[in-house]
């Protein structure tokens, strides 16, 4: 069963299977090109893997939109230690509910792009981390990781060509820094998930401190399209420097809230208007997210934007995992800051001060002053705090924290100026206080 | 050596190794960078986000604890930046952070404390609730204050990563996260306290010391802890005449800021309650209390006569002892008393091991060669139980040279755990090992040997014979067991060793014969206690004990005279690698005198005053320097540090008497006969014992 | 401590996944899996899993800390949980989530006197497209109204299975 229904306006390139029927078994996939990237992919050198991979124009899916094939370029050809592909399916950036969907449909996928990064590299060996609360994910990825080792995709001997390759399902059990490469890995390990000193970068010293490819789930699917149709299509599908599709996850107020798989730099106002159905009761734009919590928020009139790394990053904001949060009139953008910072204080790993101690102030700030107990200091306050904060902490998970609430002081200080003087929440019917 | 790379720091070019971190070049430079969880020999962590930088080139500012020096690189400290980067930090810091600094144990040495004062942030601009969490005990000694933990993670390197015990870690998430033992709600660990040390905050207190005194109010007097062998140094806080705590947190002496929880904290004997503060003789059987003059007069009275009538004495010194009061011991009893009967409780074969590298100089390995050399074998000794600075050297040795690590024991030991090679043998039986290890061992450019009291006598000879055979640099080290023992044996209190490994020419009884014999007429104990493991055959002898208890030694005694502990006195001590430091009086106990007065007076009171000599420390050690080869080092340097002695280099010509040399081997909580009068070394026993007991009734 | 077999078969796979030397990989795994078995995550399972994976107990216990799905406390027969993230927020997250706390008068982490129901107010759990997003143990119940969600308490509470409240359908498999 689909989530949500595809739209016409969707170019499916890695969900293209979702709506076949069983559409998560090795059947299905070997029926429809499965397995066809690999097989290409095992007659190409490793340099020839990457360069296709370069001029796809892929970049990271994760948030960062680091390019793909330049990241796997850095893993050392000679390394006296074994080299690991670790797949990143912790996904839990707000907003974002995109892996989700290309593992539980498209299982096969994912395997293909991550044995063929392990071509790239001389990797034998993957891991795919996936989040604990998608439990039965873990379950659909074991049997088709089973299903390809019967059919001698995995194993000692990928697809009778000589080349060893093994992957793994891992459980992680709650913790949003651990999506955060470094953090991630020290958690594989079986340990609090707190990242690490950088450089060294994974891909030098990874997984057990040997060279890693790390990549976000949607990136390692895109590898097989890649393989089947050639660098020069993918990187086509979207706009200089910013290879393919993407799948966006709108969600808030709209009526077609949905994953959805559009080009890259897709306009984000027809995104919502279009594709996203419009908003919900007619009511006006407010404010959008663009890609997941950590982005600093756009207001609607920032809105008329295409949707790649580059472009966004132009409007001061990210193109992040692919969570647009669409937010209309009625929303409190005091209480959407401070249901924000609560995840971060509560996320943030407690290694380094700003983070740890920024987080948690500003969520008690913020819920003093949606309260209504705050003073025009505390806006400067806010900002300030969230200024001390950013480019300080040992991980980006404080500058995530930060840089939207910046851009919400900054954005919609008249809001914040409406709950001064003990004033109710204007929007108090729309968005209630929520626990601690 | 690498070229030196070129930066500039602050407008100054300076030149360094590379690797160098910018804040340790800053510091070498006198330019301070702060920091809380950067930690000089731990693991970094740029966990606290107190030594950013501005760095050219580079968009944001760096941490300075985690960077590299790079050539060219422009560093800046002082800028409008990187001043309210820090003040914002420290603003942070203190949000959870308590304000009881008035009643904090670190108040007055807190880092914390320091910094706000010199960064700022002393106003905060948080009004929120603070987190808080009910102080805990750990353990008899540690106490852990969550509030006011600022999460550098110290002490949980100190723990893992120095000590090798990895009895601290960390539980909970975000401004949630606190440090937890290892047992659930207690801690298991050797109780070394370093953790406490380490803190840069009021986090973690010692039971010994909080709450008792503010640091301000104490003299701090470094001396040399008077418990094993390894010859730590330990600055006593001292307030009137009452010791507070014992630290090394100026990092002077051999073992840098690191202490066992001897060092820390077993100076409490000295005011113990059955302190003896009068001297005693017995009358109709009994020990009655009399005046220093009476008792004086007595003893030398009796050593008199026997003297004159040249009876037989028997001279028991100590291992506890200054070397001064040893060899004043020692010369009296041979000039005066005239007697060659002077023993101690031998507890290593050094004599053997000297005659073995007889002709070689420099085999003697030094405190700090077991933290410079790659490699080490370790035989017959559990290291971390009873040379637990030893250990501490060579372990840091292995984090940051990688030092290969070959053990040869009967049980298990913590060195095991980063061993290359690990052999169990009898004790007595190591040295079959030795083959086995040899293609490893040679392979070694460096090693250093340490071996344990089971290997003696001709074992000790063949044990060099293969260590010089191994083509390569091989220092070694004989185990010995207190504060003193190498100083005792240098000093010439056997009977065939005078000071120096001059051989006597003469014979005579060792401490058992003397128990043994039904001849002495007169047995002088200053500082041991021989009759713990039985008593006295001879009930006629006149026993003379110096001492600050009534040890089973001091119970037969006819006369007892109250010496001053270690804590108590000036002289020098000669640690288990030959190392030669000074002692320096931090109290003084009423009633006692030192050893090496009660020596001078007795002397004096027989009128041999003369023979002896004034009793003043310094100017026996003059007497040392020029008659002890290898002592021959001014004490202005001994001020400075630790010296090592090298005390012959040639044949060592007597019998060690490998039957009499016999180690205690006291652990980490043990101290000979001194160790039972240590209040907090029982309390943290008999914390282990009760809960071993709980466990094993919870499991039946 | 033993486990069933299903769960030891489970362990075993899961040691095989690692290197020989790595097998502390395994830790966090097997505490998730062994909690659902065994309730909690007990001092007893802390000292197993460590004498399993090669860590020391103090290893597992920092672990346990860190991560918000491992539990002291045994929870709920069923744990509602209700995300008021962002998205889920805008949509409704927030009054379901109240909405659990009034009907059952508990409040973040708490059970029911019965044992049957505990609540907890989680973070973004993947869902946001479908929101308001519930997860009931690990099944996800998407685009959640008041009146779905009613009927999922009261049918938890009167003893019913999730599966037998027709009204609301778990959507993952
Ligand atoms: C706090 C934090 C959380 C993150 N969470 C995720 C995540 O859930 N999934 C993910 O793929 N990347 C996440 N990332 C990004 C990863 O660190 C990493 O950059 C990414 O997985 C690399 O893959 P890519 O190059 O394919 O994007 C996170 C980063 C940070 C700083
Ligand atoms: S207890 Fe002290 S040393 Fe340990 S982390 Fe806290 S502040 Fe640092
Ligand atoms: S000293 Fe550099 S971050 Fe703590």
Redesign the pocket.
């Known amino acids: 069963m689909l989530y949500n229904q595809p739209d016409p306006l969707e170019v499916k390139v890695l969900s293209r299977r979702f709506t076949l029927p069983n559409s998560q078994s090795i059947e299905t996939y070997l029926a429809n090109d499965g397995y066809k990237a690999l097989e290409k992919a095992l007659g190409l050198t490793q340099e020839q893997i990457i360069d296709e991979v370069k001029a796809s124009g892929l ?8 390019p ?1 094939g330049l ?1 796997w370029s850095f893993v050392p050809r000679q390394s006296p230690k074994p080299k690991y592909i670790m797949v ?6 707000p907003g ?1 509910c995109k ?1 989700r969907l290309l593992i539980e449909y498209d299982p096969h996928q994912l395997i293909e792009g991550v044995i063929i990064a392990g071509l790239a590299v001389g990797a034998q060996q993957g891991y795919v981390y996936i ?1 604990g609360e998608y439990r039965y994910l873990i379950d659909v990825m074991d049997r088709a990781i089973d299903e390809a080792y019967a059919k001698g995709i995995l194993g000692d001997n990928v697809m009778g060509r000589g080349v060893k390759f093994h992957l793994a399902t891992h459980s992680g059990a709650g913790a ?9 890995l020290e958690s594989f390990e079986g340990k609090r998930g707190n ?1 690490r000193i950088r450089p060294p970068f994974p891909a030098v010293a990874g997984c057990y401190q040997s060279p890693t490819i ?7 699917c895109a590898v097989p399209p890649i393989f089947l149709h050639g660098g020069a299509y993918f990187a086509g599908l979207g706009t200089p420097k910013n290879g393919g599709t993407r799948l966006f996850c709108l969600s808030g107020h709209i009526n077609k809230p949905g994953v959805y798989e559009l080009p890259m730099g897709f306009n984000l106002m027809r995104m919502i208007k279009e594709v996203g159905g419009g908003m919900r009761g007619g009511k006006k734009l407010k404010a959008v997210i663009p890609g997941g919590s ?1 982005c600093p928020v756009l207001k609607a009139d920032e809105c008329d934007i295409a949707m790649d790394f580059d472009s966004v990053a132009a409007a001061k904001s990210m193109l992040g ?1 692919g969570g647009v949060v669409v937010m209309d009139e009625d929303t409190c953008m005091v209480n959407a800051a401070l249901r924000i910072m609560k995840f971060y204080a509560h ?1 943030s790993c407690g290694w380094c001060i700003p983070c740890r101690e920024g987080t948690t102030w500003l969520k008690k700030l913020l819920t003093r002053f949606h309260e209504g107990m705050g003073q025009r200091s505390d806006i400067v306050l806010i900002g300030d705090l969230s200024k001390n904060m950013l480019g300080r902490t040992f ?3 404080g ?2 924290a930060a840089m939207p609430t910046i851009a919400f002081v900054e954005k919609f200080q008249d809001e914040f100026e409406a709950h001064l003087d003990g004033r109710p929440c204007p929007f108090e019917k729309s968005s209630r206080l929520v626990a601690v | 050596m690498a070229d030196l790379v070129k930066f500039t720091i602050d407008g100054r070019e300076i030149e360094t190794a590379p690797g160098t971190l910018v804040i340790e070049a800053a510091k070498k430079n006198g330019i301070e960078i702060p920091s809380f969880c950067y930690y000089e020999g731990l693991t970094l962590q740029a966990a606290c986000r107190m030594c950013l930088v501005e760095v050219e080139k580079m968009p944001k500012m760096q941490v300075a604890c985690t960077l590299p020096v790079g050539p060219g690189m422009v560093v800046r400290t002082d800028t409008e930046q990187v001043r309210k980067a820090r003040k914002s930090t420290l603003e942070f810091l203190l949000t959870n952070h308590p304000l009881d600094c008035p009643v904090c144990d670190k108040g007055g040495e807190c880092e914390l404390q320091d910094m706000v004062f010199r960064y700022g942030a002393g106003e905060s601009r948080f009004t929120e609730n603070k987190l808080h969490v009910d102080e805990q005990q750990w353990s008899p000694v540690v106490f852990y204050d969550g509030p006011r933990c600022i999460l550098c993670f110290r002490c949980v390197r100190a723990c893992e990563e120095g000590m090798g015990v990895a009895a601290l870690g960390v539980i909970n998430r975000g401004a949630m996260s606190l440090i937890a033992p290892n047992r659930g709600d207690h801690l298991e660990c050797d109780e070394c306290g370093q953790c406490i040390d380490i803190c840069p905050v009021g986090a973690l207190t010692s039971g010994a010391y909080r709450y008792q005194t503010r640091p301000w109010e104490m003299e701090h007097v470094g001396t040399i802890c008077t418990h094993c062998s390894d010859g730590c140094k330990t600055t006593l806080g001292v307030r009137g005449d009452e010791i507070m705590r014992g630290n090394n947190r100026d990092r002077s002496g051999v073992n840098g800021e690191f202490l066992c929880a001897k060092g820390r904290y077993a100076y409490d004997f000295y005011n113990h309650a059955e302190r003896i503060q009068t001297p005693m003789v017995r009358v109709g059987g009994k020990l009655e209390p009399v005046s220093w003059s009476k008792a004086l007069e007595l003893v030398a009275r009796k050593f008199g006569e026997i003297r004159s009538r040249s009876g037989e004495f028997g001279v028991i010194g100590s291992n506890h002892t200054t070397n001064e009061e040893n060899f004043y011991l020692q010369k009296f009893a041979r000039n005066g008393l005239n007697t060659n009967n002077i023993d101690h409780h031998r507890t290593g074969d050094v004599v053997t091991l000297i005659d073995a590298l007889s002709g070689t100089s420099g085999q003697l390995a030094t405190t700090q060669d077991l933290y410079d050399k790659k490699a080490f074998l370790i035989i017959g000794t559990d290291l971390a139980m009873e040379h637990p600075f030893l250990s501490y050297q060579i372990r840091a040795s292995f984090r940051h040279h990688a030092a290969h690590l070959y053990t040869i024991t009967a049980d298990k030991v913590r060195e095991e755990d980063y061993a290359v090679r690990t052999i169990r043998r009898n004790a007595g039986d190591e040295l079959g090992a030795l083959e086995d290890l040899r293609a490893n061992l040679a392979a070694e450019a460096e090693l250093v040997i340490i071996f344990g009291d089971s290997v003696k006598g001709d074992a000790v000879r063949k044990l060099v014979e293969f260590g010089q055979s191994l083509g390569n640099a091989v220092k070694y080290c004989a185990l010995v067991d207190y504060s003193n023992s190498r100083g005792a044996v240098d000093m010439g209190l056997t009977p065939e060793l005078l000071p120096g490994y001059h051989p006597s020419g003469a014979s005579g009884p060792s401490v058992k014969e003397m128990l043994a014999s039904q001849t002495l007429e007169a047995l002088w104990v200053v500082g041991a206690n021989p009759l713990k493991s039985g008593p006295m055959a001879s009930k006629k002898t006149f026993v003379v004990v110096q001492d600050m208890f009534l040890t089973e030694t001091a119970q037969r005694a006819d006369v007892v005279l109250p010496a001053a502990s270690a804590y108590e006195k000036n002289g020098t001590v000669t640690n288990v690698c030959g190392e030669v430091q000074r002692l320096t009086r931090a109290v003084s106990a009423i009633g006692v005198k030192t050893d090496l007065e009660i020596i001078g007076l007795i002397a004096k009171e027989m009128g041999l005053a003369a023979l002896v000599g004034p009793w003043v420390p310094d100017t026996v050690y003059g007497e040392i320097r020029k008659t002890v080869k290898g002592y021959n080092i001014p004490l202005a340097m001994l001020a400075v540090q630790a010296q090592q002695t090298a005390p012959v280099n040639g044949r060592v010509p007597v019998n060690s008497r490998p039957e009499l040399i016999q180690s205690a081997h006291d652990g980490l909580f043990t101290s000979g006969t001194l160790g039972r009068y240590s209040k907090i070394l029982h309390s943290v026993m008999e914390s282990r014992e009760s809960r071993s007991q709980q466990e094993e009734m919870a499991h039946s | 401590m033993t486990f069933s077999p299903e769960l030891e078969a489970r362990f075993e796979k899961f040691l095989a996944k690692y290197p020989a030397d790595r097998k502390r990989s395994a830790v966090i795994p097997m505490l998730i899996y062994a909690q659902d078995e065994v309730g909690a995550i007990t001092d007893e399972l802390v000292q197993e899993v460590a004498k399993r994976t090669g860590a020391t107990p103090l290893q597992v216990t920092e672990v346990v800390g860190f991560y918000s799905m491992l539990h002291r406390k045994p929870q709920g027969k069923y744990h509602v949980q209700v995300c008021t993230n962002i998205s889920c927020l805008l949509v409704g997250g927030a009054e379901l989530w109240e909405q659990a706390c009034h009907k059952l008068g508990i409040g973040h982490k708490e059970t029911t006197k019965d044992g049957r129901i505990s609540i907890e107010e989680v973070e973004c759990m993947g869902a946001c497209s479908w929101a308001p997003a519930v997860q009931v143990n690990y099944d996800f119940y998407h685009d959640v109204t008041p009146e779905q969600f009613d009927k999922l308490i009261d049918g938890l509470a009167a003893g019913k299975k999730p599966e037998e409240i027709a009204e609301v359908k778990k959507v993952s498999c």
């Open positions: 970049r990271g899916r994760g948030g960062a939109g680091f793909t990241k990143n399916a912790d996904e839990s950036e974002t892996d989040r949003y820094e651990c999506g955060e490469e470094s953090a991630l990242p790390l990549n976000n789930v949607e990136t390692f950590s995992s996320e991980c980006p998970l500058d995530a």
